[in-house]
């Protein structure tokens, strides 16, 4: 990895580590087999949202060419919101692409992913099925980015109708992220989930 970048990152890095955000508890960052290209964060869902009490993982992937270029950054825990895949964890926000500056460090993306959970922009969106539920019936988007805060991320609210739903799904034989997803997608409409699902 070129100086420039491995020097960079090791100085972010203790900037984190030094952070009241760490110290709070809400980011966390640590190194990937010792390497200062992969590292992985971790963020606390913002509280009043449907994501609080949840921890969500994300890699991370810095190239030689940082500063000068973005880190890549996707979520490895599954999460259910109009910015952020729901397949891949990948994530829209302007400054891991056209609007990054070198200025930017480490810590300041990961607290931008983190308000980004507190700020959809389902009009930019990542995840069209997503941000169409938040923008058509928002509680029913709160409910289900409850459950899969619950169900992915270690959150507090448990959803007992939609996990009774999913387990309909798993009795017969399908996949429980498949359940999840199709459900997810369908607004908890069983028979249009299972229609999908066996066609």
């Not at 984190?16 to 390497?35: F, P, Q, R, Y």
């Not at 993982?57 to 825990?77: A, G, H, S």
Request: aromatic share 10%; charged share 25%; net charge negative.
């Amino acid at each position: 990895m070129a100086n420039i970048a491995a020097k960079r990152i090791k100085r972010e890095f203790k900037e984190v580590m030094k952070s009241e955000e760490v110290a709070g508890g809400t980011i966390k960052l640590e190194l990937v087999n010792d390497s200062w290209t992969e590292l992985q964060g971790e963020i606390a869902g913002p509280p009043d949202t449907p994501y609080e009490g949840g921890t969500f993982l994300l890699e991370i992937k810095v190239p030689e060419t940082y500063p000068f270029n973005p880190p890549k950054i996707r979520f490895m825990t599954k999460i259910w919101h109009p910015n952020v895949s729901s397949v891949t964890g990948a994530i829209c926000l302007d400054i891991l692409k056209d609007q990054w500056a070198a200025a930017l460090t480490l810590r300041t993306v990961l607290l931008s992913i983190q308000a980004l959970l507190s700020a959809a922009e389902p009009n930019d969106p990542q995840d069209a099925v997503v941000a169409k539920q938040y923008r058509d019936d928002l509680q029913l988007f709160n409910l289900t980015a409850r459950h899969w805060t619950n169900a992915y991320a270690g959150g507090p609210t448990t959803i007992w109708e939609f996990n009774q739903k999913v387990q309909v799904l798993l009795d017969m034989g399908v996949d429980e992220d498949q359940a999840r997803v199709a459900l997810s997608t369908f607004d908890w409409e069983l028979e249009r989930a299972t229609e999908h699902l066996f066609s």
